[in-house]
């Protein structure tokens, strides 16, 4: 390959980034500057993943590197090289092992890498009560307050997100039941036979549809809407509709949930039962009145591959 040839080859380049914590913003601010006043066509991949801190009392989602300060940005060698020259923190990988200059990732390899990259950000390690709808007899692990690590089922209170854990503490002298007030936990096991399985599909798609929009435009999800996404596919997935209708759609929808939170192993397996439950290729399952027409045909794909 003549050395004009390896200029124009399109590849996924591994570069350094030098920057702060927002530094996923600057990087993507750098590479659509570039872009517009060079008329390139850089695709920049910087993965990030969530953190739980605790902090005077508080605790926080903190977005971390998940790569360390290494990012990868596909296109030619020579707008990334130009790229590089400006000052914008970006400078090349070295590959002193191989026979290429600069580290390279073939791009079969990067798709693996950004799938389990993916999966990995969007894995929080617990819920916040004011991000998601847990049931009665949700089993609980309290995070924060008076009694980290205490496990119990979940009581909701009447009109409210929040709720008590009631802790069943055995001893041989008896049982003791304790309410604790919690805001923070991470759920065991999900109570069996929802009772609101039908509600929870319809108020649902709107959050799906956000995190399709975000997924369009590159855009990790908030921690909040990851949370829903999450809960819904792990509640979900082992409900039992009598509508065949609502079931298959129901069965499109933790397809296209669990593809976008990375699971695609999860996705897969919807999507096998979403095609026995007999829904022909194409036919539209969400309907008109949801969402705009990208998010409705990036659903339907989802489902018809």
């Not at 949700?138 to 929040?162: A, H, Q, R, Y």
Request: glycine share 6%.
């Amino acid at each position: 390959m003549s050395c004009e040839d390896c200029h124009k080859q399109v590849s996924w380049y591994v570069l350094n980034h030098i920057g702060n914590s927002l530094y996923q913003d600057m990087a993507q601010r750098s590479v659509d500057l570039f872009n517009r006043i060079e008329h390139a066509d850089l695709e920049l991949f910087a993965p990030t993943h969530v953190v739980r801190e605790e902090k005077d009392g508080k605790v926080y989602m903190k977005r971390l590197r998940l790569a360390y300060h290494y990012v990868f940005v596909r296109g030619e060698l020579s707008d990334i090289k130009l790229m590089c020259s400006r000052n914008n923190g970006f400078s090349f990988l070295i590959n002193h092992a191989g026979a290429e200059r600069y580290a390279i990732v073939p791009d079969y390899e990067m798709y693996s890498f950004r799938e389990i990259a993916r999966a990995y950000e969007n894995c929080l390690p617990y819920f916040s009560l004011a991000d998601i709808n847990l049931e009665s007899g949700d089993l609980v692990e309290v995070i924060n307050g008076d009694f980290p690590g205490l496990i119990g089922t979940f009581v909701p209170k009447p009109k409210s997100k929040m709720g008590n854990v009631v802790l069943m503490v055995d001893h041989n002298w008896g049982t003791v039941a304790y309410n604790i007030n919690v805001a923070d936990v991470r759920v065991l096991h999900f109570a069996a036979n929802t009772t609101r399985a039908y509600d929870q599909i319809d108020a649902f798609v709107p959050n799906l549809l956000k995190a399709l929009r975000c997924f369009h435009s590159n855009r990790p999800m908030t921690s909040a809407l990851t949370s829903k996404l999450s809960v819904f596919s792990s509640r979900m997935e082992v409900v039992k509709l009598n509508n065949p209708k609502l079931d298959t759609k129901l069965q499109a929808l933790l397809c296209v949930s669990n593809y976008l939170l990375g699971n695609r192993n999860e996705s897969m397996h919807f999507l096998r039962r979403y095609r026995k439950r007999g829904m022909a290729p194409g036919q539209e399952f969400l309907g008109p009145a949801y969402g705009r027409r990208d998010d409705r045909r990036f659903l339907q794909s989802r489902t018809c591959v």
